[in-house]
């Protein structure tokens, strides 16, 4: 299947550029960057939207902060009279840890406000999702953590996440949500996880 809409859920300024709640945007960005498109600011629309060559399937970045997402998807859905089935929804998931990707058919917000505005304004959680782990927070202090940057630690992990994340919406557009689910649910690892396990001795390899 192709969708017809994927969404990345962040928050618009440059203030919120390359935290652990815009992992959604990063994730178009290269899809859009691997394709040749360009975002354009609609404020009709009240988002940036590119369009893919070839599927003309439309890429949708909420430019309205996070817990007002809904508002822009809705619109655009009900313009173009698309069933919510044919949409992808990207977003960072603060419960699973960073390296992770979990493909969901549906299902609820589980404490994301991006999530809760778009049940609240389709009245259905009946749309595909990725969720993209970002790792947890320490207790009472979870607003600073999706507002807060990746450590120079964790930059690998992440490009290595996003790029994997990339491969995978590519699939789910292909091939469909399980094929893409059935492939990706592993634990990425970072470059240099990658290069310390090559070097143990395959007997001994968990």
């Given at each position: 299947?192709?969708?017809?809409?994927?969404?990345?859920?962040?928050?618009?300024?440059?203030?919120?550029?390359?935290?652990?709640?815009?992992?959604?945007?990063?994730?178009?960005?290269r899809l859009a960057a691997a394709s040749g498109a360009c975002f354009q600011s609609s404020p009709k629309w009240q988002?940036?939207?590119a369009k893919l060559p070839v599927t003309g399937?439309?890429?949708?970045?909420?430019?309205?902060?996070m817990n007002?997402?809904?508002?822009?998807?809705?619109q655009l859905l009900a313009f173009h009279k698309w069933p919510t089935e044919q949409m992808l929804v990207v977003y960072d998931d603060a419960a699973l840890p960073l390296g992770?990707?979990?493909?969901?058919?549906?299902?609820?917000a589980g404490g994301h406000n991006g999530i809760k505005s778009i049940l609240e304004h389709l009245g259905t959680d009946d749309f595909p999702r990725l969720k993209i782990g970002i790792g947890g927070s320490q207790p009472g202090n979870m607003v600073g953590h999706v507002l807060?940057?990746?450590?120079?630690?964790e930059h690998p992990l992440l490009e290595n996440t996003l790029a994997t994340a990339l491969e995978a919406v590519q699939l789910?557009?292909?091939q469909g949500?399980?094929?893409a689910a059935n492939r990706y649910h592993t634990r990425i690892q970072s470059p240099q996880s990658q290069s310390d396990e090559s070097q143990i001795p395959g007997p001994d390899r968990p």
């Open positions: 299947m192709s969708f017809s809409l994927i969404v990345g859920l962040g928050n618009p300024g440059r203030q919120y550029e390359d935290t652990r709640h815009n992992v959604g945007f990063m994730v178009l960005d988002c940036h939207l399937t439309l890429l949708l970045k909420p430019q309205t902060f007002l997402s809904g508002r822009a998807i809705r992770t990707l979990r493909f969901r058919e549906k299902g609820s807060g940057k990746f450590s120079p630690d789910a557009r292909s949500i399980a094929t």
